[in-house]
């Protein structure tokens, strides 16, 4: 029953470091998603993704990347991390069904430090 | 485009009080709305939902009514415990269109965070 599973928990790197975030789902959904929470901002919607090979933008995807080989995979990197990139980052999955019933399953987060 | 408004938090309580945390939100066309809940050091978990106007989520004593004529989605709680010490996130989703597919983009508050004293 391991749902979203997101590696690592914990991260610090330094400035201009790149490294790549994981996230896996065995739930066999189309959707996956990243968002970063900073404090009283929520969450915010970095890139997504509909399918396999297919991705998008969200609202903050300066400084990210993302692909969508398999269903089941969809890690986010960050090219060249920056300071402003310090947050907790949220990998979801969700099912797409149609008429306006949804539920987004998230993985426990990546607590990212860059210094 | 969406938005979702929470009240400000923190919020402290007694166990046993009642609790309202109020959400609006801006949306057009027929969104879902859905509050989640985030313990600490864990993701987040879907604690409640509702798709269309004036049904009732609940669960685990929480209750929210969909409430399109005020664009409201508040939750309550008639008696708190220690353990709903927490962040609560009220959210929605909008296809745009009624009966559409739904792409399951998520649009956040910035999130309440619950503190309750024994």
């Known amino acids: 029953n391991a749902g979203v599973t997101q590696t690592p928990k914990f991260q610090v790197l330094k400035t201009g470091q790149s490294m790549t975030l994981q996230c896996a789902q065995d739930?066999?959904?189309?959707?996956m998603s990243w968002y970063r929470q900073d404090p009283g901002m929520g969450l915010r919607l970095i890139h997504y993704s509909v399918g396999a090979g297919i991705t998008d933008q969200g609202e903050v995807p300066n400084g990210y990347n993302v692909s969508r080989s398999t269903t089941e995979d969809f890690p986010l990197r960050l090219l060249s991390a920056a300071p402003s990139q310090t947050s907790v980052y949220f990998c979801?999955?969700?099912?797409?069904?149609?008429?306006?019933?949804?539920?987004?399953?998230f993985g426990q987060g990546t607590r990212l430090t860059v210094v | 485009g969406n938005s979702v408004t929470q009240m400000e938090g923190p919020v402290t309580l007694s166990e046993e009080a009642f609790l309202t945390i109020n959400c609006t939100y801006t949306?057009?066309?027929?969104?879902?709305l859905f509050w989640y809940v985030q313990y600490p050091g864990e993701g987040l978990q879907l604690l409640l939902k509702a798709t269309k106007a004036d049904d009732k989520g609940s669960n685990k004593g929480f209750e929210a009514t969909y409430r399109k004529e005020t664009t409201s989605f508040h939750l309550e709680k008639g008696s708190v415990q220690v353990s709903d010490s927490a962040v609560y996130f009220c959210?929605?989703?909008?296809?745009?269109?009624?009966?559409?597919?739904?792409?399951?983009?998520?649009?956040f508050g910035q999130g309440t965070i619950l503190t309750v004293h024994p």
């Open positions: 739930m066999n959904h189309e959707y």
């Open positions: 979801a999955s969700t099912r797409h069904t149609s008429g306006s019933n949804t539920e987004a399953f």
């Open positions: 949306a057009t066309g027929y969104p879902s």
């Open positions: 959210a929605l989703s909008n296809d745009g269109r009624p009966g559409g597919t739904s792409y399951g983009k998520l649009t």
